[in-house]
């Protein structure tokens, strides 16, 4: 285990910073708990003893993150995974799911962990990240930035989903539109005038705002946190082991390995902490969110990844590990106060959508810094400038940063193969851009 370089810093900006940035980062996650017991309690999972897994698994990775790879990354269940994890594998065979039961969704799910954590020890996931083309990387960075502002505009309800154009401008006029947009203006405007907490205070401004009107409801301070009996070690590995069952742990290992691998590009090349184009420490931080998927399952939740929500804290100031730790500190505070968690991160039903105006304009602001990656892609290289420009539109197109990541992969190795550049390219990406055609053939078939 290498000791983290770096320190952190114990007076001045820098420190408020730390503190403000790792505040940001739980107040732009905090909707996590309260959206994970209600996606994972359609399988018949305890809701409560699921929030409880999630803010204790979230709040030990997070740490871990902080201390021992320096890096000012939350670590979450991971959005997308939790969807796949209730409504295919966990699903009613009637409704398109797998007919699994929980109890064996978790055992898998535990499996793929545990292969996080094998390929991260040997160094294999902290290669890839060296090995892939440096306009890549941008345009990993880019195409988030791309995806959390589509996340964005469609909390706030400035987009809805629509037929035959699949996505269109939403109510304008409704009060918790305006709220967001107002929302986003003032931090907009706090960014503008370099206000180191513009996100803090604009997420914050908007949630009292929204509690004031009556949009949001007051629901109090303190509440006893729930217990996780009913999904503590209740997982199944043993059940977990079938031949049917491989392509669901292939799905759950492709999806936490190019999530984290795109998110700690994304958030380290927006915080600078990317040397050379390699990521320092990159192992650690890797095995981390391995291991938070492992104690995870055993508790009582899906997936846990490095949260792409992480870029606000790092937009707000955040550089080092001291922000996961105060985000840690808060993951576990919000089991006692969880009303005010829920406040901040709680959805708003309008019609048939669920709006989250409170965080919205955190994703949008995020996302408008992280889009400016392509500006260092080298378009003048075909290859990687095509490879490159798929990656960053397929990631909000699909609404998937493992997609954009596989589309990029496979673009980059086709094109240099084809244009007799073959030997540029390391084995590595040749070898996880086989295995994403493998993988578009099993879901295929």
């Known amino acids: 285990m290498n000791t983290p370089t770096g320190s952190w810093p114990t007076h001045g900006a820098a420190l408020r910073g730390e503190i403000i940035g790792g505040i940001t980062t739980f107040v732009t996650l905090s909707y996590i708990i309260f959206v994970q017991p209600a996606v994972l309690a359609t399988t018949g999972m305890d809701a409560g003893a ?60 535990c499996i793929a962990g545990i292969i996080f954590l094998l390929l991260s020890l040997v160094g294999l996931r902290e290669r890839l990240v060296d090995v892939i083309p440096a306009s890549l990387k941008h345009a990993i960075a880019a195409g988030i930035g791309l995806l959390i502002t589509l996340v964005g505009f469609e909390w706030a309800g400035l987009v809805r989903p629509a ?20 929302g986003t203006v003032l931090t907009a405007a706090l960014v503008a005038r370099a206000n180191r907490g513009a996100i803090l205070i604009g997420t914050l401004a908007t949630g009292t705002t929204a509690v004031a009107c009556g949009l949001v409801p007051y629901h109090g301070l303190v509440a006893p946190p729930p217990s996780v009996t009913p999904t503590l070690l209740q997982l199944d590995i043993a059940g977990a082991f079938r031949p049917d069952l491989i392509t669901v742990i292939f799905v759950l290992f492709f999806l936490g390995l190019f999530d984290t691998v795109g998110t700690l590009i994304g958030v380290a090349d927006q915080a600078g902490l990317l040397h050379n184009g390699r990521l320092p420490r990159a192992r650690e931080a890797m095995a981390t969110d391995a291991i938070g998927t492992i104690v995870g399952t055993a508790m009582g939740t899906s997936t846990l990844t490095a949260y792409i929500e992480s870029a ?12 996961s730790v105060v985000t840690a500190a808060l993951l576990l505070a919000a089991l006692f106060f969880s009303p005010l968690a829920r406040m901040a991160g709680g959805g708003i039903r309008v019609g048939e959508l669920t709006l989250y105006p409170t965080v919205a304009p955190a994703l949008i602001v995020v996302g408008s810094f992280m889009i400016r990656g392509i500006a260092r892609i080298d378009w003048s290289d075909p290859p990687a400038a095509f490879a490159a420009f798929l990656t960053l539109v397929t990631m909000p197109f699909s609404f998937s940063i493992t997609e954009g990541i596989a589309f990029g992969f496979i673009t980059y190795a086709l094109l240099m193969l084809a244009t007799g550049r073959g030997r540029e390219v390391h084995y590595l990406l040749y070898f996880f851009a086989a295995l994403f055609v493998l993988r578009y053939a099993i879901l295929v078939a």
Not at 67 to 85: D, E, Q, T
Not at 89 to 94: E, I, L, M
Not at 163 to 182: R, S
Not at 313 to 319: C, I, L, N, P
């Open 50 to 109: 699921v929030m409880t897994a999630t803010c204790v698994a979230s709040a030990l990775a997070t740490l871990l993150m902080g201390i021992w790879a320096n890096y000012p990354l939350a670590v979450a269940p991971a959005m997308g995974h939790n969807f796949y994890f209730a409504f295919m594998v966990a699903g009613p065979v009637a409704t398109g799911g797998l007919g699994y039961s929980w109890q064996v969704a978790l055992g898998a799910n």
């Open 163 to 182: 037929p035959g154009t699949l996505i269109a401008l939403g109510n304008l006029h409704h009060p918790v539109t305006l709220l967001a947009v107002g």
């Open 312 to 323: 606000a804290g790092v937009q707000a100031g955040a550089r080092t590990g001291l922000a």
